[in-house]
């Protein structure tokens, strides 16, 4: 399981892994079967998130996160939108991005725009790009910035689960009661 | 952990209504199920190292071989195999080859064998295929219902 097999081409190159985070059980090699893409997650331009968004993958962001994302690399499309803290060890925006950045390779492309904060250690920003933020280098790379959403998890359960219930009588005739009382 | 499920499966249980929509629905599933080897273009794709915690809203397809904690409103939805949803999904054609903890809204479902479902499923087309975990009630809802949880 551990045996570094082949000479990745140029994979090696990145800091295998960050942090103690996650529990990832050390570079599961990806199956050939998918084509070198089984890993690599797109939120499409049809698609909005709103929540946290974890991964020890790649991901790229056509749509729109609402909400914190962690990943290994990051790539907001053009058209994305993103508003949220963002760490990752690499970074590409070419949407845009509304909270914090914070990664080892921060790009921002002319078609980028970002607002808010950067910690990077190597930052790349093209002609025509927008950014309105401090930035501020830090030879530690990645850091798990403050979370800007704080959303919490979501309650699903038995509530989902079991059939829907009919809205009570109780509180429909609070509601009438309500309303008679204000005419 | 369903609640007392509170109708039963098999008296609610209907034939099938000749409607167009699922059948139509049900095509386009499939296609697009098989063709999850090569990424299309409109789909997102969330893969099996993702987790997100929150609500995914989607007028595309989307394919879940991560965890989602939330719920799910989409067109299309596949929960791939190793996939985990715990939530509401309502969409208008479901695959499930992975885990899903919640009610299903959807016109079109489509549950293959390594699939583990725990919840009510309102459905106008099902499809099971044999070896699948179920628990929870399966009712069958005409088009006209199917249509006011998801107006087109």
Same mark, same amino acid.
């Given at each position: 399981?551990?045996?570094?097999?082949?000479?990745?081409?140029?994979?090696?190159?990145?800091?295998?892994?960050?942090?103690?985070?996650?529990?990832?059980?050390?570079?599961?090699?990806?199956?050939?079967?998918?084509?070198?893409?089984?890993?690599?997650?797109?939120?499409?331009?049809?698609?909005?998130?709103?929540?946290?968004?974890?991964?020890?993958?790649? #991901?790229? /962001?056509? !749509?729109? +996160?609402? $909400?914190? &994302? @962690?990943?290994?690399?990051?790539?907001? *499309?053009?058209?994305?939108?993103?508003?949220?803290?963002?760490?990752?060890?690499? #970074?590409? /925006?070419? !949407?845009? +991005?509304? $909270?914090? &950045? @914070?990664?080892?390779?921060?790009?921002? *492309?002319?078609?980028?725009?970002?607002?808010?904060?950067?910690?990077?250690?190597?930052?790349?920003?093209?002609?025509?790009?927008?950014?309105?933020?401090?930035?501020?280098?830090?030879?530690?790379?990645?850091?798990?910035?403050?979370?800007?959403?704080?959303?919490?998890?979501?309650?699903?359960?038995?509530?989902?689960?079991?059939p829907k219930?009919?809205?009570?009588?109780?509180?429909?005739?609070?509601?009438?009661?309500?309303?008679?009382?204000?005419? | 952990?369903?609640?007392?499920?509170?109708q039963?499966d098999?008296a609610i249980m209907k034939p099938m209504s000749k409607t167009e929509a699922p059948t139509e629905l049900r095509e386009r599933l499939a296609?697009a199920?098989?063709?999850?080897?090569?990424?299309?273009?409109?789909?997102?794709?969330?893969?099996?190292?993702?987790?997100?915690?929150?609500?995914?809203?989607?007028v595309?397809?989307?394919?879940?071989?991560?965890?989602?904690?939330?719920?799910?409103d989409s067109t299309m939805l596949?929960?791939?195999?190793?996939?985990?949803?715990?939530?509401f999904i309502s969409a208008d054609a479901v695959h499930i080859?992975?885990?899903?903890?919640?009610r299903i809204e959807a016109i079109t479902v489509t549950i293959?064998?390594?699939?583990?479902?725990?919840?009510a499923i309102i459905h106008n087309s099902l499809e099971i295929?044999?070896?699948?975990?179920?628990?929870?009630p399966r009712p069958w809802r005409p088009m006209s219902f199917m249509a006011e949880l998801r107006p087109i």
């Amino acid at each position: 399981m551990f045996k570094k097999d082949d000479k990745a081409p140029g994979a090696g190159s990145t800091t295998g892994g960050f942090g103690g985070s996650d529990n990832a059980q050390s570079e599961t090699h990806r199956p050939a079967a998918r084509g070198g893409s089984g890993e690599h997650s797109v939120i499409s331009a049809g698609l909005r998130v709103i929540g946290n968004l974890e991964s020890d993958e790649d #991901v790229e /962001v056509r !749509g729109i +996160v609402e $909400g914190d &994302i @962690s990943s290994r690399t990051l790539t907001v *499309s053009e058209g994305a939108r993103v508003e949220g803290a963002i760490a990752a060890d690499r #970074v590409t /925006v070419a !949407g845009t +991005v509304n $909270g914090k &950045i @914070s990664a080892d390779r921060v790009a921002i *492309s002319k078609s980028g725009s970002m607002i808010g904060d950067l910690t990077y250690k190597s930052l790349s920003i093209e002609e025509g790009a927008s950014f309105d933020g401090q930035c501020r280098r830090s030879d530690a790379g990645r850091r798990e910035p403050e979370k800007v959403s704080n959303l919490k998890p979501v309650q699903t359960e038995a509530a989902q689960v079991a059939p829907k219930d009919e809205p009570t009588a109780a509180a429909a005739g609070a509601k009438g009661g309500k309303s008679a009382a204000a005419s | 952990m369903p609640r007392e499920p509170t109708q039963s499966d098999v008296a609610i249980m209907k034939p099938m209504s000749k409607t167009e929509a699922p059948t139509e629905l049900r095509e386009r599933l499939a296609v697009a199920v098989n063709r999850s080897e090569d990424n299309g273009s409109e789909r997102s794709v969330l893969g099996p190292r993702v987790r997100i915690v929150g609500r995914l809203e989607s007028v595309d397809c989307v394919e879940i071989r991560g965890m989602i904690d939330g719920d799910i409103d989409s067109t299309m939805l596949i929960i791939g195999e190793g996939g985990r949803v715990d939530g509401f999904i309502s969409a208008d054609a479901v695959h499930i080859a992975g885990t899903v903890t919640g009610r299903i809204e959807a016109i079109t479902v489509t549950i293959a064998k390594s699939a583990t479902v725990i919840g009510a499923i309102i459905h106008n087309s099902l499809e099971i295929e044999k070896g699948a975990t179920l628990d929870g009630p399966r009712p069958w809802r005409p088009m006209s219902f199917m249509a006011e949880l998801r107006p087109i």
